[in-house]
């Protein structure tokens, strides 16, 4: 492909502000309860990225922040939209199974179909939607959070393909600490965070996919979010944007290092509403 041809698409997005932030309870191995969290600092960050998503030209939608959910800030675990369905989200853990009950009052009586899961799954965070591939294809995760019970189920709502990716490594917990979806049909990944066969299937689907290391994954820079042409990631992953940039898009770095603290970074607060 010709690089110079990355073409930007304008985006609509969900953040909820990090107003209730804290990390008092640890559900994945990033979180450590005995270290404070800087508030002010979480939402400055958080503030600088909305502004640099709306700086590109991106429509960015605020869903409220409610107290006692500390997490709600990681906006793209609440849902999963395709061309207007959306498949609501029913969370592992009980610290933050409210969630899924603002994120689907957000999407009542805005022109959405809403459906809600029987099976546990959390949104974004472990479902991936590639609409240049094969006329719309679904990625998604198991193995940590999601059930494998709500692939099948999210394939019945959307009524695009879904493939089943196995993730084996507790550090990436969901399919967007290991994977990303650069533009309609290109996407990163950190392939030991998959199992073998799942390597495999990703080998065979994403000939062309830019392959990060392990140090990516682990500054985060696979949680990013791309518009095509533009990909903003975080401030620590400065080898995944310059292989980014090899592949031709244009990182645009963001420092996200409170976020980090609860086990998510740019993907993680950044949900996408597809219309
Ligand atoms: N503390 C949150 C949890 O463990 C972080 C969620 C990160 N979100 C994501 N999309 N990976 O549930």
């Not at 959306?86 to 999407?107: C, I, K, L, N």
């Not at 959070?145 to 490594?169: F, M, N, Y």
């Not at 791309?226 to 898009?249: I, P, Q």
Request: proline share 6%; net charge negative; with cysteine.
């Amino acid at each position: 492909m010709n690089h110079t041809q990355r073409q930007p698409r304008n985006r609509t997005y969900l953040m909820c502000p990090p107003q209730h932030f804290t990390v008092e309870y640890a559900i994945n191995p990033w979180m450590d309860t005995t270290v404070p969290v800087d508030a002010a600092l979480a939402l400055k960050q958080w503030e600088m990225l909305r502004d640099t998503l709306g700086d590109l030209g991106h429509r960015v939608h605020l869903l409220d922040p409610v107290a006692g959910l500390p997490d709600m800030v990681y906006a793209a675990n609440g849902a999963f939209s395709v061309d207007g369905v959306v498949y609501g989200a029913r969370f592992r853990f009980p610290q933050r199974g409210a969630e899924a009950d603002a994120h689907r009052e957000f999407y009542a009586g805005q022109g959405w179909t809403f459906a809600g899961p029987v099976h546990v799954n959390e949104g974004e965070g472990d479902f991936a939607y590639l609409p240049g591939a094969y006329g719309g294809l679904v990625l998604a995760g198991y193995g940590f959070r999601t059930d494998p019970a709500a692939h099948a189920e999210a394939q019945e709502v959307i009524g695009r393909p879904v493939v089943s990716l196995r993730l084996v490594d507790p550090a990436f917990y969901h399919l967007d600490t290991a994977l990303a979806v650069l533009d309609d049909r290109h996407v990163t990944y950190y392939p030991g965070a998959f199992s073998p066969a799942s390597q495999r299937v990703l080998a065979q689907l994403f000939p062309d996919a830019v392959l990060a290391d392990r140090a990516d994954a682990e500054a985060f820079g696979l949680n990013l979010v791309s518009d095509g042409r533009h990909v903003v990631l975080n401030t620590e992953a400065t080898a995944m944007g310059d292989k980014v940039r090899a592949a031709g898009y244009q990182p645009v770095h963001v420092d996200l290092s409170e976020l980090k603290r609860g086990g998510g970074s740019v993907k993680c607060v950044v949900a996408e509403l597809r219309q």
